[in-house]
């Protein structure tokens, strides 16, 4: 049986253990990158397809017909899983592996919102603090959270990890009920919830329903000292709604760590230097060497599951 990992140093930076995983298989083929227009050459001839968020598209599938395709990360909206399930290829993920490192990130980018930390410390570099009259500097508004209404959109792992960490700052959680999904007594409508909440984080994962779940009509409901963090995906918020927002100060700030392209090689409107309270990260929330290398655990266990027919983490 084997396998070819399309991206690995996506995961590995040569710091992980992938000795189970090539245990789990008779051979790896590893490339470091690939890109969309690579994959089907690279996957022709592989019954196993590692991959990361290079995108998998239907005529790929179709053309080189693996048989399995292990996601190592729990996103796998860069796979089309409607032809996977078409044409019976088994899509697993990986799940709960950077609970604690995703919500940090959240809570930090939250954090740092609230504190202002980012243009503080750019005041302090610039010499402001040295130049100022008072032993402080006040120029930018700080928020304290605790008292303050955090909403949750998707409390699942990452998203209950995150309500728990903001309740210890001392804030009240509401969350979103899944539309269609069935009424819990602990949720409410998103629309219900977003004039109520003083920051919004999300953490359900991009389908087709969930693609543009904030836009401009959501935004212009939330308070204009809101904050909003993603650190799910992006798409799924309206990013020109955003900046717009943002720029007339209709929304208290954003900190996005993930954007509709990445890499964002075409620009993103959330990259330009002068967007009010805005922080953006490059995707790496997850990217802890304890999160990386549980990664690499529950990849070993998705192929051996597999292939013992006890398949684990299966999507499709
Ligand atoms: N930035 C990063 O480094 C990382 C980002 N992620 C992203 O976070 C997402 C969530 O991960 P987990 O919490 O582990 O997944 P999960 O499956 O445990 O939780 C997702 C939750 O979202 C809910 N949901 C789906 N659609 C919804 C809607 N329209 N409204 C309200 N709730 C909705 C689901 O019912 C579920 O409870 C992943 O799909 C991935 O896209 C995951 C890991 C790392
Ligand atoms: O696990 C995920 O879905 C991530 O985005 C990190 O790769």
């Known amino acids: 049986m ?5 991206e690995r140093e996506s995961l590995d930076r040569g710091d992980l253990d992938l000795s189970g995983a090539e245990a789990a298989v008779d051979e790896i083929v590893y490339h470091n990158h690939t890109s969309a227009d690579q994959v089907l050459e690279r996957i022709t001839g592989f019954e196993i397809v590692i991959a990361n968020k290079v995108r998998v598209s239907r005529q790929d599938l179709e053309q080189a017909r693996p048989k399995m395709i292990a996601v190592v990360a729990t996103g796998v909206n860069n796979i089309d899983l409607d032809a996977c399930q078409e044409l019976g290829i088994t899509v697993v993920n990986v799940r709960g592996y950077g609970t604690d490192s995703v919500a940090q990130h959240a809570i930090g980018l939250l954090l740092a919102l609230a504190t202002r930390l980012i243009d503080y410390h750019r005041d302090v570099q610039q010499g402001e603090w040295n130049r100022s009259a008072h032993f402080c500097l006040l ?37 979103a009920q899944r539309p269609g999904g069935k009424p819990q007594p602990d949720r409410v409508p998103l629309d219900e919830l977003l004039p109520q ?4 984080t999300l953490h359900c994962p991009l389908t087709d329903d969930t693609r543009g779940l ?15 963090i993603n650190t799910a995906r992006g798409g799924l918020v309206d990013e020109e709604a955003l900046v717009e927002a943002l720029r007339q100060r209709r929304l208290g700030g954003a900190g996005f760590d993930v954007l509709t392209e990445e890499p964002p090689r075409s620009g993103n409107p959330l990259l330009d230097d002068d967007i009010p309270n805005l922080i953006v990260t490059p995707h790496s929330a997850w990217g802890s060497h304890e999160a990386r290398q549980r990664i690499c655990e529950q990849l070993a266990e998705n192929i051996r599951g597999w292939r013992n027919g006890e398949p684990v983490r299966v999507v499709v």
């Open 197 to 200: 909440v003083d920051a919004l």
């Open 2 to 6: 084997r396998a070819v990992f399309l």
């Open 214 to 228: 904030i836009g401009r009509r959501e935004l212009a409901m939330m308070k204009p000292t809101a904050f909003i």
């Open 139 to 175: 120029d930018y508004p700080i928020v304290e959270l605790a008292g303050k209404k955090l909403g949750v959109v998707g409390l699942g792992t990452l998203g209950g990890r995150t309500a728990e960490l903001a309740r210890a700052l001392g804030m009240e959680v509401l969350s």
